[in-house]
Structure formats: C-alpha cells, structure tokens
C-alpha cells in the first residue's frame, strides 16, 4: 500500500459516518498526517479510500495528488 504525507490540508469523508455514525461525515487531514492508501472507494470513481490514525476515509484522488507528496516506506 502506498503512503503519502500531507503537503496541504486534505478534505476527507470519514466512512463510519456512512455507516450511521453520528460523528461528523468531512474532516480536514492536517499538513504533515502520513495516510495509506488502501484501494478504491465505493462512493465514487474519483475517489480512493486511505487510513489516518486508524480510521477509514475516501479522498478525491487528485486531491491527494495535489496536496499530497510520497511517503517514505517505514523499515
């Protein structure tokens, strides 16, 4: 799975929220959040699903490659 560090803030929908979550559904990524990039997302085909801090959210791909550089893999 590929990672990506966050260069500017990512707006995100946190999946849960899809699910009958009552948290709120758009968070923002912070600058400098190491996310994973964990496949497509059924919500859209712009959109790829990535994990930050344990939780699922869908990002627009071109989103994440604007406001996103490549991650260096953790040894």
């Known amino acids: 799975?590929?990672?990506y560090k966050v260069t500017t803030p990512l707006v995100a929908i946190r999946l849960p929220a899809?699910?009958?979550?009552s948290r709120p559904g758009?968070?923002?990524?912070?600058r400098d959040a190491v996310?994973?990039?964990?496949g497509a997302s059924s919500l859209g085909s712009s959109?790829?699903?990535v994990v930050w801090q344990g939780e699922i959210?869908?990002?627009?791909?071109?989103?994440?490659?604007s406001k996103a550089?490549?991650?260096?893999?953790?040894k």
Do not use: G
């Open 26 to 30: 758009t968070v923002s990524l912070p």
């Open 47 to 49: 959109l790829v699903e």
């Open 35 to 38: 996310i994973e990039v964990v």
């Open 69 to 74: 550089a490549a991650a260096p893999d953790e």
């Open 1 to 3: 799975m590929k990672r």
């Open 57 to 65: 959210y869908a990002v627009f791909e071109r989103d994440l490659e």
């Open 18 to 21: 899809w699910r009958n979550d």
